[in-house]
């Protein structure tokens, strides 16, 4: 049975951050806008401190110069001393926030709430799995009182529920009223280590055979289009009258014939394959028809 580690999970934390315009609008030319600041800038302040930014920013530029061999800068050193003393204090509560500054916390805000919108679209999915297995027995499910005392097996019968995301979200029932969505649960729910463990690594085997199983016409279409490039570009290359010389003209004939089937980097495979006979057509510059070709 898996055991609660006594720690909130990762996610626990995360609230959906709200909206900061980008960083263009926030400043005209390296000058903060007044109306955005007084909105804003308490926002960006309450997340990360002028001084905790400045910190580790110079902390940041220390571990690159020591990387980097270069000799110890007193300078920085008494920067990052100075702002984290600050930042420890709270004596920037008030001070500006430059572009750099506001940019990251932006940068900060997007990861999060792209984070959560994806977890929004898949606990719901999530949820419905779990709940299967515990419909089915495949994964054995436990009630133990909230605050402490006898843990004891959940019958299958009782994930016969219309949705598992409430019971989920909660991870706890009542055993009492164990089908009644609106009862306050009373017990934590557990899970068998061995079960969840087993049908996790059958799901990520499912997931990497759906995964390999789409990509195969992908794949068979885009090994298709490098070979026929490859082909197309030996035969150019025994052009005489060849309008294209360089590498970058070969690449812009192959858009127009091959279309949006060929990336820059499948010509640039289809390249490869094409010059091993020609290897006076990887060097830079235009290149004539060669006298000996063995084609």
Partial sequence: MIEWSGEEPRWANHRR??????VEEAFKDGQPVAE???TFAPIVRAHISPATFARDEASRRIEEAALAGDPEDVS???EFLSADLRANLKQDL???VTPDHWETVWWEFEFINSELDGA?????????????????GRLKTYARPKGGGETLPLDPALWEIDSGLP???SCSINPDAPLDPSAPGTHWIFVDQVDLDREMQSYDQEEVRLREEAAKPLNSLVEGTLNDCAAWLMVQFEEPDCPM???????EGAKRRFGGALSERGFADAWRVATMDYPERRKPGPRLKRANSPR
């Fill in 120 to 136: 929004e679209q898949r606990v719901p999915i999530a949820a419905s799995h779990l709940v299967l297995l515990a419909q089915n």
């Fill in 94 to 96: 008030e001070d500006p």
């Fill in 167 to 169: 019971r989920l979200a």
């Fill in 36 to 38: 955005l600041h007084k």
């Fill in 76 to 78: 920085l050193q008494a």
């Fill in 17 to 22: 951050k709200p909206f900061l315009p980008a």
């Fill in 245 to 251: 010389a360089t590498r970058e003209q070969f690449f």
